[in-house]
């Protein structure tokens, strides 16, 4: 078992596209559906598995191009230690003050890894200023619990 960091930080209103940030259906419109309908599902269909947008669903970051992943850990309290790191940084600019000086890093980082220990995954959002969000996700891998049918993006024994 070892886990994926991913972290995504963009204009609110592109975090907004929910379409792009669901898997498309497994089944695509019946025949006759609306052309509107069918352009959308091929235009989902087409961009969620390379559209930088993080999914709604954690796991499905594991679809996502490898070039994505920003660290690869093999211990829980290392994954977890980044994601302390990247609120640490990203603190200064949280839209709500309280947010801002109010994280407990070692409450974060111990909830962190003990989820991941436990072969969960852990997703993380914050607003920020300007309006932006960050997204930060931990995903574990080999298998992933709640997906156990996606593919590790990186081979065993590869850096990213």
């Given at each position: 078992m070892h886990h994926h960091g991913y972290l995504w930080v963009g204009a609110k209103e592109r975090f907004?596209?929910?379409a792009l940030r669901r898997p498309p259906h497994p089944e695509p419109p019946p025949a006759g559906s609306k052309p509107e309908l069918i352009q959308r599902y091929r235009e989902v269909a087409a961009e969620f598995a390379s559209v930088d947008l993080p999914p709604l669903e954690t796991a499905?970051?594991?679809v996502k191009p490898r070039?994505?992943?920003r660290g690869t850990w093999g211990e829980a309290k290392d994954a977890a230690a980044w994601i302390g790191a990247r609120v640490a940084e990203y603190a200064p600019?949280?839209?709500s003050e309280g947010e801002r000086h109010f994280i407990d890093l070692a409450l974060l980082a111990n909830s962190t890894a003990e989820k991941l220990s436990s072969g969960g995954d852990v997703s993380l959002g914050?607003?920020?200023d300007r309006p932006s969000y960050l997204s930060l996700a931990?995903?574990?891998?080999?298998p992933n619990r709640t997906?156990?049918?996606l593919t590790c993006p990186v081979e065993q024994?590869?850096?990213?």
């Amino acid at each position: 078992m070892h886990h994926h960091g991913y972290l995504w930080v963009g204009a609110k209103e592109r975090f907004d596209q929910e379409a792009l940030r669901r898997p498309p259906h497994p089944e695509p419109p019946p025949a006759g559906s609306k052309p509107e309908l069918i352009q959308r599902y091929r235009e989902v269909a087409a961009e969620f598995a390379s559209v930088d947008l993080p999914p709604l669903e954690t796991a499905y970051w594991l679809v996502k191009p490898r070039s994505l992943v920003r660290g690869t850990w093999g211990e829980a309290k290392d994954a977890a230690a980044w994601i302390g790191a990247r609120v640490a940084e990203y603190a200064p600019r949280f839209a709500s003050e309280g947010e801002r000086h109010f994280i407990d890093l070692a409450l974060l980082a111990n909830s962190t890894a003990e989820k991941l220990s436990s072969g969960g995954d852990v997703s993380l959002g914050f607003y920020l200023d300007r309006p932006s969000y960050l997204s930060l996700a931990v995903v574990t891998c080999s298998p992933n619990r709640t997906k156990p049918e996606l593919t590790c993006p990186v081979e065993q024994g590869e850096t990213v």
